[in-house]
């Protein structure tokens, strides 16, 4: 089988793409906007794409042709913080995606809890596994119209880890309990893990 992109139209694209490059991480990008009211967002479109910098890419799209709160925070404040979510918060992460106005606190609605972070404006989520504070290093528009996109890069500056995460210099997965996100509201566990040497 055979598929021409060009014959599909944008929601078939974004599921073929999410399905087959899947599992994705689920991140919830929190940030603060311009009145003070935290924000967030469940992300599947966020990835590290470089070490030197440490860079993490965000794609942001529209919602009802208008920008999302998320991007237009980062345009704001200048930063965001990335958030690793375990599988007892997962629920509560994905219940910030509601169509809620821009004068709600998702992260106090949906039962998480706001800290301070240290390097950046926006707040830490205190429920997460991990949560980095990154500060916008490269913005750039892909597209027009409806199908406009905003790409983010922000630098990692700090990294908080719940205590048993980082051993011997790496993250344990069997401790992350991380999410992965198959497309069409299915989701995985990483609840096993094989070990495969690369040569």
Known sequence: MKIEMSSLDQK???????????????????TIGEDGIHNAAPFSLAFPISYKPPLICVSIGLRGGKMKDTGRNI????DFVVNIMGEDSIKQAMRTAGNYPSDVDEIKK??????AAERVKSPLVAEAQVSMECKLYQRH?????????????????????KEGLWVSGKIKPSALKAVGYLGHDKYCRTVEVMSLKRS
């Open 75 to 78: 345009d704001y404040t200048k």
């Open 141 to 161: 528009e892909i597209g027009e119209g409806n199908d406009l996109r905003l790409i983010v890069y922000g630098e990692v500056l700090l990294v908080h880890l």
């Open 12 to 30: 078939k694209v974004h599921a073929l793409l999410i399905g087959a490059i899947s599992p994705l991480p689920v991140t919830l990008i929190s």
């Open 110 to 115: 949906v039962g998480l809890t706001a800290t």
